[in-house]
């Protein structure tokens, strides 16, 4: 297996190299105000890795975002969350930009969109016009820049993704920004992995001093060690001309003088993204929020980020040898910050082991699990799990204290309660609801099939059948019923729910549908009268709004315009 998986990282750095040079100059920037990054591309993020750049707009919204180059838009996808309005612009050489979190769109573009969500009577909408449908010139304006969807706050979010769609490091091309500061190490972490292996006397994970020296490298005490061991790292990078945190661009390791690993964020897969989770100790993550890159890799992790691997990333050290490991951290303009780990091999005299809690119910990863007890099931498919783990499960009435959430997901893991004991009027009402902090209840998404009411999850913790009986609640924001408002461009207004969430909404005006964006983050439905659907003087609108669960709220009021 250990041979197996060396073949293959050296197979895939060949691979990798054999592509084709990424064409430099070819693509511009995005915006017409200068580049400067609040987020970069492979950037560890929540059980996903970064697929762009995320570039700042001055803190607020509505500035120009531009083709990057010649093409055309081959997709539009807007949703609530996610990417939020997002343009995909198809380029002749093969490659795609695409550009989320948008505000709106050019007006050929945005009368194209809304046609479409007008036929379809809904706001969230994906598109995938034709070739000779919306054609764009390089450094023609497509959109303005907004904050829509999962952004937490105005910004613009580009790729540039290859043609098997999967999104490439902007830098590689060009789209770049001035960086004369060396990545800065946080917290170096070193893992006795063996059965027997020890660091200074203990089995455990373990944070070590970081002495700084005048060259701006570190070096730590040498480190009496045996057996398999490994490193892992907490490092951020900064850009000239903002003072935020970002992503780090590649990190090299080796031993004696030998490179034994080597990762960069060059190119990832959107199938593999959700793997970060192997990527980082996510137990150390979940509890102190700091990911520290594990400088080794385990089993099940088949993460393309890594271009040379040896040994998968351990050290095994043997008793009276001396090894120095050398860790190299490097930003994309070429800074570098070192790290020198001086390393004594001895055998300990006695070890502090590693405490692993053993309960009944051990999960392999590469087999599915099941379990039952008191009118609760959980059933995890192979593959959920990336390691062997033995599961905290207890199994309580309604609820389920289901394992901790310093354990990862990887695909959703399904979890049923027998409901034979509810009446149908109740359970109309029922759904599954994840406890969060101090017990909140959100919404699972629920299934009732017979007697049994089942959620698929993708995080341990508590969950538990809640009910909700209480319909969303609507609220006018900019106008009263019976008011003029000929002066108001939009017509808004509040929704929330307060147990379910909001599932769907649907707007009339005198009858007819009208549109109406939803905003998640300021609980808002907004119509823009330039559509021009709104065209009588009298005009009765109607909003109903539906909560998961299926309580509906109607509102209605009456509004003049001329
Ligand atoms: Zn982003």
Request: hydrophobic share 35%; aromatic share 14%.
């Given at each position: ?10 197979l895939?750095?060949l ?6 040079p990424?064409?430099v100059?070819?693509?511009t920037?995005?915006l017409?105000?200068g580049?400067?990054?609040s987020?970069?591309?492979?950037e ?23 083709s990057?180059?010649q ?6 996808n807007i949703q ?11 380029h002749p050489n093969g ?9 709106k ?8 969109i809304?046609?479409q969500q ?14 000779s449908?919306l054609?764009?010139?390089?450094g ?6 907004g904050n ?6 105005p910004?613009?979010h ?6 098997q769609?999967?999104p ?8 770049n920004?001035?960086?004369?500061q060396?990545?800065t190490?946080n917290?170096?972490?070193v893992y006795?992995l063996g ?6 006397g ?5 944070r ?5 020296l005048?060259?701006?490298s570190?070096?730590t005490?040498e480190?009496n060690?045996c057996?398999?061991i490994?490193?892992?790292i ?6 000239d001309?903002a ?7 590649k ?8 490179t034994?690993?080597e990762?960069?964020?060059d190119r990832?897969?959107?199938n593999e993204?959700?793997?970060l989770?192997q ?7 979940s509890?102190?929020k700091?990911?520290i890159t594990?400088l080794?890799?385990e ?5 393309s980020?890594?271009?040379k ?11 009276s ?7 190299k951290v490097?930003d994309?303009?070429?800074n570098?910050?070192i790290?020198r780990?001086?390393i004594?091999g ?5 070890v502090?082991?590693r ?10 990863a590469n087999q599915?699990?099941?379990a ?6 959980v059933?995890?498919?192979?593959g959920s ?6 599961l ?15 354990t990862p997901?990887h695909?959703n ?5 027998d ?13 599954i ?5 101090k ?20 995080t341990?913790g508590?969950?538990?059948l809640?009910?909700?009986t ?6 006018p ?12 461009s939009?017509l808004?207004?509040r929704i929330?729910d307060?147990?379910?969430g ?12 009208i549109?109406m964006?939803?905003?998640?983050k300021n ?9 021009g659907?709104?065209t ?26 001329k």
């Open positions: 297996m250990k041979h197996f998986l060396i073949l293959f990282f050296t895939f750095a691979i990798v190299k054999a592509q084709a990424v064409p100059d070819y693509f920037s995005p017409d105000v580049l400067v990054l987020g970069t591309f492979g560890l993020r929540s059980n996903h890795f970064h697929s762009g750049l995320d570039i700042k707009t001055q803190q607020r919204e509505g500035l120009n975002v531009l990057s180059a093409g055309y838009v081959s997709r539009i609530h969350y996610g990417y939020g309005k997002a343009l995909y612009i198809q490659y795609t930009t695409v550009y989320g979190h948008l505000k769109f050019s007006p050929e573009i945005e009368a194209y809304k046609k007008y036929a379809k009577e809904s706001y969230e909408i994906e598109l995938f016009p034709t070739a449908e054609k764009v010139e390089k023609e304006l497509v959109a303005l820049s829509t969807g999962g952004s937490g706050g910004h613009l580009f790729e540039i993704r290859d043609g769609q999967r490439m490091n902007p830098k590689l091309f060009g789209v920004v001035k960086d004369s060396a990545p190490i917290s170096l972490f006795p059965e027997d292996a020890h660091v200074n203990s089995a455990q994970r373990q070590i001093r970081l002495t700084p005048n060259d701006g570190f070096k005490e480190l060690a057996g398999n490994a490193f892992g907490s490092a951020v990078d900064k850009q001309g003072s935020n945190n970002n992503g780090i661009y990190i090299e390791a080796n031993l004696n003088g030998d034994v690993f990762m960069n964020m990832f897969s959107f993204t959700r793997h989770n990527l980082i100790d996510y137990e150390y993550f509890s102190n700091t990911r594990k080794f890799v089993p099940n992790n088949p993460l980020v890594y271009n691997v040896i040994d998968q990333g351990v050290i095994n050290v043997e008793d040898l001396t090894y120095l490991y050398n860790i490097i994309f303009a070429g570098q910050r790290i780990i001086p004594k001895k055998r300990p005299d006695n502090t082991p405490n692993i809690s053993k309960t009944d119910y051990f999960a392999q599915a699990f099941s039952e007890e008191n009118g609760i099931d059933y995890i498919p192979k799990l990336y390691q062997d783990t033995y905290d499960i207890k199994f309580m009435g309604d609820t389920i204290d289901f394992h901790k959430d310093d997901i695909t893991i399904t979890v049923g309660f409901v034979s004991k509810y009446k149908p009027e109740e359970l109309e009402k029922m759904f609801a994840q406890l969060g902090y017990n909140r209840p959100s919404y699972s998404n629920t299934y009732l099939k017979g007697n049994r009411m089942t959620t698929g999850i993708r341990f508590k969950y538990t809640a009910s909700d209480k319909p969303p609640s609507i609220s924001l900019n106008f009263k019923s019976g008011q003029w408002i000929s002066g108001n939009e808004k207004l929330s307060d147990l379910s909001i599932k769907s909404y649907r707007a009339t005006v005198n009858g007819k549908f549109l964006e939803y905003e998640y609980n808002t439905l907004t119509h823009d009268f330039n559509d659907v709104v009588e003087t009298e005009n009765n609108l109607k909003v109903v709004v539906t909560d998961n669960v299926g309580n509906s709220q109607t509102f209605e009021a009456t509004f003049f315009r």
